[in-house]
């Protein structure tokens, strides 16, 4: 399989002087259609990793290549347009805008990236008929997530990237959070990164990577992911 992601020698650090590495030189592959869960404790460099990927953010040193585009060397205005058409983004705390309804929120998402789709018919799926015309504030954390989750595929994105999807949420919201996700590898073909904390999402994954203190312990690929429902959590 081909890779969609690709890391060459990536690193990031902040400071002048004393610097601070928040990801080491980093070489790392992901491919089209894979579901990878990357693990680590708080401050290991996981938000640092995805950002690199998704063009949120540059390496000090090294590359980033996704779909055949050299991400990290595109000028900002052309990174910017990389991830309106290429990347959806999942947040732990959903980043939804409040003053927008749910399908508002996808809405708007769906007019930057200039693409059709079926909003309400996506917003069904996902259980939220009914809800539409909520505002953020007016649904629970698995609702908003679900919300944030049909945002990011509206566009359908080469790439779903996830920051702690399930962070904010209790066991079972959780576990419906990570069924729709991995939904979306497994049926969709889609590529998903799914950052966590909590080892016991690593099951999930077709691959866990481990990161600890900004580089990559292990890599392993996972012959039986479990699903959602079965992860002991
Ligand atoms: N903007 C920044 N300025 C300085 N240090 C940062 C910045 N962002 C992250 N770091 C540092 O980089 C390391 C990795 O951070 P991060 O990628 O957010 O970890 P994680 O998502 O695994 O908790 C941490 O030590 C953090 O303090
Ligand atoms: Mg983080």
Same mark, same amino acid.
């Given at each position: 399989?081909?890779?969609?992601?690709?890391?060459?020698?990536?690193?990031?650090?902040?400071?002048?002087?004393?610097?601070?590495?928040?990801?080491?030189?980093?070489?790392?592959?992901?491919?089209?259609?894979?579901?990878?869960?990357?693990?680590?404790?708080?401050?290991?460099?996981?938000?640092?990793?995805?950002?690199?990927?998704?063009?949120?953010?540059?390496?000090?040193?090294?590359?980033?290549?996704?779909?055949?585009?050299?991400?990290?060397?595109?000028?900002?205005?052309?990174?910017?347009?990389?991830?309106?058409?290429?990347?959806?983004?999942?947040?732990?705390?959903?980043?939804?805008?409040?003053?927008?309804?749910?399908?508002?929120?996808?809405?708007?998402?769906?007019?930057?990236?200039?693409?059709?789709?079926?909003?309400?018919?996506?917003?069904?799926?996902?259980?939220?008929?009914?809800?539409?015309?909520?505002?953020? &504030?007016?649904?629970?954390?698995? +609702?908003?997530?679900? *919300?944030? %989750? /049909?945002?990011?595929?509206?566009?359908?994105? #080469? =790439?779903?990237?996830?920051?702690?999807?399930?962070?904010?949420?209790?066991?079972?919201?959780?576990?419906?959070?990570?069924?729709?996700? &991995?939904?979306?590898?497994?049926? +969709?073909?889609?590529? *998903?990164? %799914? /950052?966590?904390?909590?080892?016991?999402?690593? #099951? =999930?994954?077709?691959?866990?990577?481990?990161?600890?203190?900004?580089?990559?312990?292990?890599?392993?690929?996972?012959?039986?992911?479990? &699903?959602?429902?079965?992860?002991?959590?």
């Amino acid at each position: 399989m081909e890779a969609i992601v690709r890391l060459s020698g990536a690193e990031r650090s902040y400071g002048t002087g004393f610097r601070t590495t928040a990801l080491h030189p980093t070489d790392l592959e992901v491919r089209r259609g894979e579901l990878v869960v990357v693990l680590g404790p708080s401050g290991s460099g996981k938000t640092t990793l995805l950002n690199l990927i998704g063009g949120l953010d540059r390496p000090t040193t090294g590359r980033v290549e996704v779909d055949g585009e050299a991400v990290s060397s595109l000028p900002p205005a052309a990174q910017g347009e990389f991830r309106r058409r290429k990347v959806g983004f999942v947040f732990q705390f959903f980043n939804l805008i409040p003053t927008l309804t749910a399908r508002e929120n996808v809405a708007f998402a769906v007019e930057l990236a200039g693409v059709a789709a079926d909003i309400d018919g996506l917003l069904r799926e996902v259980g939220l008929e009914g809800r539409e015309d909520r505002f953020p &504030a007016e649904l629970s954390g698995g +609702e908003q997530q679900r *919300v944030a %989750i /049909v945002r990011a595929l509206a566009k359908r994105p #080469a =790439l779903l990237l996830c920051d702690e999807p399930t962070g904010a949420l209790d066991v079972e919201t959780g576990k419906q959070v990570l069924a729709l996700l &991995a939904r979306q590898a497994r049926d +969709e073909k889609r590529t *998903v990164v %799914i /950052v966590t904390h909590n080892s016991a999402v690593a #099951a =999930l994954g077709d691959r866990v990577v481990r990161l600890r203190d900004g580089k990559v312990v292990t890599d392993e690929r996972n012959e039986r992911p479990a &699903a959602a429902e079965e992860l002991a959590w």
